[in-house]
Nanobody, 112 residues
Framework: QVQLVESGGGLVQPGGSLTLSCVASGFNFSTYIMSWYYQGDLDAAISERGDSINYRDRVKGRFTISRDNAKNTVYLQMNNLKAEDTGVYSC??????????WGKGTLVTVSS
């Protein structure tokens, strides 16, 4: 069965950092574009081989997306976190507009 399992969320103070991970199984990870969504909006995406990356303006310069195809894992390194970053971050794998999978998400809470 297909699984996308996020981890790494939790409580962090403003200005702090977290690294989110999403481990995939049950499909050919290396043929899928991977992305991270915040509250339903795209934050970051990375191509199949990791050679093309884009970010939403909200996170540009603060967040870094990466992937390790040997480990079937995509990461989101989050720095300089703000209270406005609080919420659920979800991992998505997509090969076409009709072939995609979602993780359940991991909660990030930025609070002093």
């Amino acid at each position: 069965q297909v699984q996308l399992v996020e981890s790494g969320g939790g409580l962090v103070q403003p200005g702090g950092s977290l690294t989110l991970s999403c481990v995939a199984s049950g499909f050919n990870f290396s043929t899928y574009i991977m992305s991270w969504y915040y509250q339903g909006d795209l934050d970051a995406a990375i191509s199949e081989r990791g050679d093309s990356i884009n970010y939403r303006d909200r996170v540009k310069g603060r967040f870094t997306i990466s992937r390790d195809n040997a480990k079937n894992t995509v990461y989101l390194q989050m720095n300089n976190l703000k209270a406005e970053d609080t919420g659920v971050y979800s991992c998505k794998a997509a090969r076409s507009p009709i072939d995609y999978y979602w993780g359940k998400g991991t909660l990030v809470t930025v609070s002093s």
